[in-house]
Every structure is written in C-alpha cells, then in structure tokens.
C-alpha cells in the first residue's frame, strides 16, 4: 500500500525543514509538496523516493484525504 509524503516522512521520522534541506529547497516549497504533491518534478519525486528508501511506487503522489 502506497503511502503519501507526510505518512513516510512521519514513519521515516524525518521533519519537513530535514526534508528541505535534504532536497535543497526552501521549507515551505516541501511544505507546499505535501499538500499539492503532484507539482513535483520528476527528479524531485525520485530524490524524495531515495531519501526514503522505498520506489515512487510506494509514495502516493496526490492530495491527502481529510
């Protein structure tokens, strides 16, 4: 099952301003990622994917449901 980016960022136990840095940009670009992820790019999607350890398969990448 597939999770979203707050989900494995919450189980990976890393925070979003970790995140950020990680990926080289701003924190409320990651922040604004987890809300509307389907705007990353590509190659931001399989950095986040390696920073993880898991495939883009295992990340949904589309809005949470409340």
């Keep these: 099952?597939?999770?979203?980016?707050?989900?494995?960022?919450?189980?990976?136990?890393?925070?979003?301003?970790?995140?950020?840095d990680i990926l080289g940009v701003h924190v409320n670009t990651y922040q604004n990622w987890e809300e509307a992820p389907e705007k990353i790019s590509i190659e931001k999607a399989m950095a986040i994917a390696k920073i993880f350890g898991v495939s883009l398969d295992d990340i949904t990448f589309k809005k949470e449901e409340a």
Excluded: G, Y
């Design 1 to 20: 099952m597939a999770l979203t980016l707050r989900q494995w960022r919450r189980a990976k136990e890393i925070s979003q301003e970790k995140m950020a």
